[in-house]
């Protein structure tokens, strides 16, 4: 077990600093107002989960908010605690019900499931120390000290914003993309390798930032929204020889890129300086219907022959989408600045700017509660084995049955094996620590002053280890700290402490064995991969509706199937979350790889919603020519080939070659030469064939670079 220090951004020593100075301070303060009472264990612990696992990002008042929000919900815990505890069928039915509705918080990933994990420590101990109701005050009391001490201590000492890091890399990445339109308007070439650059420092800002913007704030969600468009704009530009060419050499083109690179760098500034004015899209708005009407001026002029007619129309096409993913980033950007929503123009000849998916949180929490949720099953087993562990508890009358249950939350993992090897790490860890904490004790059992010292250097090595090191070492030094802490609360020492929490952890070891091996052993991370492959395969129907709608009509699209793949690219990011939060060798370039396959998901998914609200737009392809929408039946069949061979990778099957690109815009110029393109209504038809046809192209281009990552960390 190689030692490897990994702690990006320095976040592990920021918050072994900060718990080193604030837990020493809660328990000092606990042993000279309530000494000799349970409510110093709540103090320490309490304390400990605020400061170490809370982290609270944002503003000052956001993070003031949060922390108060946290207070009051320990208060409520604590209330619960004492209550259940009056009989032993609530005293393990209550730990089932709080601890699966902690774990199930994590799908948020934001604010409350950051706090989801002090408030696990303050319920854990408030439960295990069986107190009763006459007692209940000193509970409260070394509650209200960790609060008091955490939150001067969490605002003022080495502070971290989260939002600013993921704002500041969208910032510099739609700066460049604002820098390639320019470059393209000035009839010059993209530097792709800057777009790479951009789009890579993005998404390590965002997956490498354990503060990743989330929670019920909608302007938290939106930033994620925002990000996975910037994402999928840059990818696209950067992959597409098309977007990396000067811009169209016909009326309007530069006219509205330049308006598109204005428009996307009004909203750099915006996300970098929240005090700057919202951006704009209706300038562009503008330009971008007018050049629809010039380029079906360029398909109607009969000056020209059909086939160039619809080539020059085609090589419009990379202006219209940069205009268009322009307009739908200036949207995001207001949404994340709370500013209010534009009325953009609507009526007969103008035609939908479809506007980008919402992401609510009550609606992912709902779209988890299934037995088939990765995180529905990870709060079910949580739920069951801390009670499981109370109940243990309770039967055997442990002395420190905290540290059972609390074992069980460290321990516990998302697939059998991998509890297995924590499980094993875990004892070890305890033992090696258990018996430094021991050596400590025998060395300084009459010197309390080194003792201080001692859970100074213990509570920071905890903290710290548990975020830079590996899990043993973390558990090993974290074991250090509870005996040290216990020590100073409960002076004179007493050396069983150190053989109690070696013989505390093996039976929650045991605990969570059991519970793994029982309940979906063979873990979630293949529910997570099949959660990928479901959304390949619900953007597919999308795309396959959406094309029909606009070929039969705007009634031939379910609502639902739009509603599904929304939800379905939702749970796709699970596997990310999974392996950003997962303590396996490999987990974040897993991450990262995973990452990279829903980033080129995202142009399928986009062209999917864009084409159903395009179907209302005009008449049904088939009502003008039915050849026209056999043209994007080939497309589609192309693409959604393509997508669903990296579905089917996804669930294990063999790696087959991706189809290649049809020869539709050949087929499409062949249909054109063929009909009145002087009648402005075929035209337009026709027109809208050329475009569907390119964004079909598009995904199915994002398809044949895709490559599917190995299906395990390090595989």
């Known amino acids: 077990m190689a030692l490897r220090v990994h702690d990006p951004g320095h976040i592990a020593l920021r918050r072994g600093i900060r718990a080193a100075i604030g837990v020493p301070v809660a328990v000092g303060l606990a042993v000279v107002l309530i000494p000799n009472t349970p409510g110093g264990f709540i103090a320490a612990f309490g304390s400990l989960g605020l400061i170490a696992t809370c982290d609270f990002g944002g503003t000052t008042q956001r993070r003031l908010t949060s922390l108060l929000g946290a207070a009051v919900f320990g208060t409520f815990i604590i209330g619960v605690v004492v209550v259940a505890g009056l009989s032993l069928v609530s005293a393990v039915l209550v730990p089932f019900v709080v601890a699966s509705g902690l774990a199930f918080a994590a799908v948020l990933h934001g604010a409350i499931a950051r706090g989801a994990p002090a408030m696990t420590i303050v319920y854990v101990a408030s439960a295990t120390v069986g107190v009763s109701l006459d007692q209940a005050w000193t509970l409260l009391a070394g509650w209200a000290i960790a609060v008091a001490v955490s939150i001067p201590v969490s605002l003022f000492i080495l502070p971290r914003r989260n939002t600013a890091v993921v704002r500041d890399a969208c910032s510099r990445a739609l700066l460049i993309v604002a820098d390639a339109a320019e470059a393209r308007a000035a009839g010059q070439k993209v530097d792709t390798a800057a777009l790479e650059r951009a789009q890579d420092d993005l998404q390590r800002s965002y997956l490498g930032n354990p503060f990743r913007a989330s929670g019920l704030n909608q302007r938290d969600r939106s930033l994620i929204v925002l990000v996975g468009q910037v994402q999928a704009l840059s990818a696209a530009v950067a992959r597409s020889e098309q977007y990396a060419m000067p811009t169209s050499d016909l009326p309007q083109a530069t006219d509205l890129v330049e308006r598109a690179a204005v428009g996307i760098r009004a909203a750099a500034h915006s996300l970098r300086d929240p005090k700057a004015p919202p951006p704009s899209g209706l300038p562009v708005a503008a330009a971008w219907q007018k050049h629809w009407g010039v380029a079906l001026d360029v398909l109607t002029d009969d000056n020209a022959s059909p086939d160039a007619r619809v080539d020059s129309v085609y090589a419009m096409f990379p202006d219209r989408a940069t205009a268009l993913s322009a307009i739908r980033i200036i ?10 929503p534009e009325e953009y123009p609507q009526g007969p000849g103008l035609h939908s700017i479809p506007e980008p998916p919402q992401s609510p949180g009550l609606r992912e929490l709902r779209a988890e509660l299934s037995v088939h949720s990765p995180w529905a099953r990870l709060a079910l087993r949580t739920g069951i084995g801390l009670a499981l562990a109370v109940l243990v508890v309770y039967i055997t009358g442990l002395s420190h049955g905290f540290w059972v249950v609390l074992g069980v939350t460290a321990i516990l993992r998302f697939d059998g094996l991998t509890t297995l090897k924590m499980a094993g790490w875990a004892v070890l860890g305890t033992f090696v620590g258990a018996g430094l904490g021991y050596f400590i004790l025998v060395l300084d059992m009459n010197r309390e002053a080194w003792l201080w010292i001692g859970l ?3 509570t920071f090595v905890a903290v710290w280890a548990q975020g830079a090191l590996n899990f043993a070492i973390g558990q090993a030094a974290f074991s250090m700290f509870v005996i040290i802490g216990f020590s100073v609360l409960t002076w004179p020492p007493d050396l069983a402490t150190a053989a109690e929490r070696v013989q505390d952890i093996i039976i929650g070891a045991l605990v969570s064995i059991v519970i793994a091996l029982l309940l979906w052993p063979r873990g979630v991370l293949r529910g997570m991969l099949a959660n990928v492959s479901a959304a390949i395969r619900a953007t597919n129907r999308l795309l396959t509706q959406s094309v029909h709608a606009v070929e039969h009509g705007a009634d031939r699209l379910d609502p639902a199937v739009t509603s599904e793949s929304t939800q379905a690219i939702l749970r796709s990011q699970e596997v990310v979350d999974l ?3 997962s303590t396996n ?3 974040a370039s897993f991450a990262y790889e995973w990452q990279g396959l829903i980033d080129e998901l995202r142009t399928p998914i986009t062209a999917g919603h864009l084409l159903a609200d395009w179907a209302s737009d005009g008449p049904p392809l088939s ?8 043209c994007l039946n080939v497309d589609l069949a192309a693409a959604t080939s393509a997508w669903s061979e990296i579905a089917n ?3 294990g099957e063999p790696e087959h070659p991706r189809p290649q690109d049809p020869p539709t815009l050949e087929a499409i110029s062949h249909v054109a030469s063929t009909v009145n393109l002087s009648d402005r209504r075929i035209a337009d038809r ?9 964004w079909l192209v598009m995904s199915l281009h994002a398809a044949q670079a895709t490559v599917v990552p190995d299906r395990q960390p390090g595989g």
Request: glycine share 10%; aromatic share 2%; proline share 5%.
């Open 456 to 458: 100074v250097l213990a």
């Open 623 to 630: 009502s003008i020519d039915p050849r026209l929408g056999e």
């Open 331 to 340: 949207i995001m950007t207001r949404r994340v600045q709370g500013a209010p």
């Open 579 to 581: 392996s950003l939060s």
């Open 585 to 587: 060798k490999g987990g």
């Open 686 to 694: 026709v027109l809208a064939t050329v475009w569907i046809h390119a």
């Open 649 to 651: 990778e996804v669930d």
